[in-house]
């Protein structure tokens, strides 16, 4: 099995029967969904392209499901997590929580509920894809300058002036002007602002923070 790049839900608990019912429920609404009876056997199928999200429990044979969060999270998977647990392991499911899960959920859970969290889930997971999306392309525009360009436009989203540009890079303020003209071009933006808001997409971060 394959974990593709479908969005899906992946389940993961050690009881079959539970499993069954999610699967069930899941495959009534319309959603993709694949099971599994351990962390280790989610682990096998996974990858950095994996879409979706885990509904995880946090007591398993073997590898737990904070265990389990820790190595997606080490693995760098981007995968969401919404952790299943009885009125027991509530204590836990704060923990998994606190380690980066979006949303716990106590046995037995009510269906419609569930659903609708897991809806919720699947939703956040697309805005951060489609996040991650625009800070790939707005990276790519920027490694696809040249040196120079890329040194005009670190000095031009600072607020700096063509003659202050010209004066640091001991070029002509003409040149200067050429080399704008061309990474505006390429990174398809239409003025100074657009290539501050681009830097702020590709890097995280306010120009010379």
Known sequence: MSAGDEVRVFIVDDDASVR???RALLGEV????????????LLEVVHEDTRGCVLLDVRMPGMSGLQLQEVLRERGLKLLV?????????P????????GAVDFIEKPFNPQLLIERIQACLDA?????????????AEA????LSTREREVLELLVTGKPS???ASTLGISEKTVDVHRSHLMRKTGTRSVAELVQLWVVAWGKEPGS
Do not use: N, W, Y
């Not at 919404?82 to 509530?90: E, K, Q």
């Not at 997971?125 to 392309?137: C, F, I, M, P, W």
């Not at 525009?141 to 696809?144: N, T």
């Open 125 to 137: 997971e697309a805005q951060a894809h489609a996040r991650g999306q625009r800070r790939r392309d």
């Open 141 to 144: 525009l920027l490694r696809s």
């Open 163 to 165: 003659k202050v540009i």
């Open 30 to 41: 319309g959603v993709p969904a694949a099971d599994f009876p351990s962390a280790e056997a």
């Open 82 to 90: 919404i952790v299943l647990t009885g009125h027991a392991d509530v």
């Open 92 to 99: 836990m499911a704060v923990r998994a929580m606190k380690a």
């Open 20 to 22: 069954r019912s999610l």
